[in-house]
Antibody
């Protein structure tokens, strides 16, 4: 059974960089049919896609966040990571990592449990 | 940008009733790229329906999806107590390639 687990600081100061890692277990991040993505959800609000990465390193980002986002992959550790720079209180959210099935159909089939990141001084 | 609109915002129903949730897109969406998720408080979203009408593994057959183009529907034939949750539709398409609808909350009447 595939599992994804987010890890990283739960508190980040304004103007600093938020860094999270997603560890994938029970399957290989190098599978050819999948991208890997980050999605966030501010408290009490809806879901916002941040970006996705292929195991080769190919990325695509939400244009609304693109200037501040970097997603990278480490296939040797079966992990992928998110960096979001110059954070403000508006970036406070639960951050999820998920697997994106990418082929004839496209959807997120496995999700991590999510991690709350609060931006505050 | 393709904007997804979900209606109603909240649906108040009793167990055993039928729930019909709507997802409308501002532009045509490929049926292959339309999915539905269920989210309960404190939990991650769970995939229910992909390709507009295919149930994900382990999803009961009381959940069904339909639609094409700009209009999609999630139907729960008979609500069970565990079905009271928030439901999101999601599409893959043009920039940004992935968008979610704002959600429909199904609560107990």
């Amino acid at each position: 059974q595939l599992q994804l687990q987010e890890s990283g600081p739960g508190l980040v100061k304004p103007s600093e960089t938020l860094s999270l890692t997603c560890t994938v277990s029970g399957g290989s991040i190098s599978s050819s049919s999948y991208y890997w993505g980050w999605i966030r959800q501010p408290p009490g609000k809806g879901l916002e896609w941040i970006g996705s990465i292929y195991y080769s390193g190919s990325t695509y980002y939400n244009p609304s966040l693109k200037s501040r986002v970097t997603i990278s992959v480490d296939t040797s550790k079966n992990q992928f990571s998110l960096k979001l720079s110059s954070v403000t209180a508006a970036d406070t959210a639960v951050y999820y990592c998920a697997r994106l099935v990418f082929g004839v159909v496209i959807h997120f089939d496995y999700w991590g449990q999510g991690t709350l990141v609060t931006v505050s001084s | 940008e393709i904007v997804l609109t979900q209606s109603p915002g909240t649906l108040s129903l009793s167990p055993g009733e039928r729930a019909t949730l709507s997802c409308r897109a501002s532009q045509s969406v490929s049926s292959s790229y339309l999915a539905w998720y269920q989210q309960k408080p404190g939990q991650a979203p769970r995939l229910l329906i992909y390709g507009a009408s295919s149930r994900a593994t382990g999803i009961p057959d009381r959940f069904s999806g339909s639609g094409s183009g700009t209009d999609f529907t999630l139907t729960i034939s008979r609500l069970e107590p565990e079905d009271f949750a928030v439901y999101y539709c999601q599409q893959y398409g043009s920039s940004p390639p992935v968008t979610f609808g704002p959600g429909t909350k199904v609560d107990i009447k």
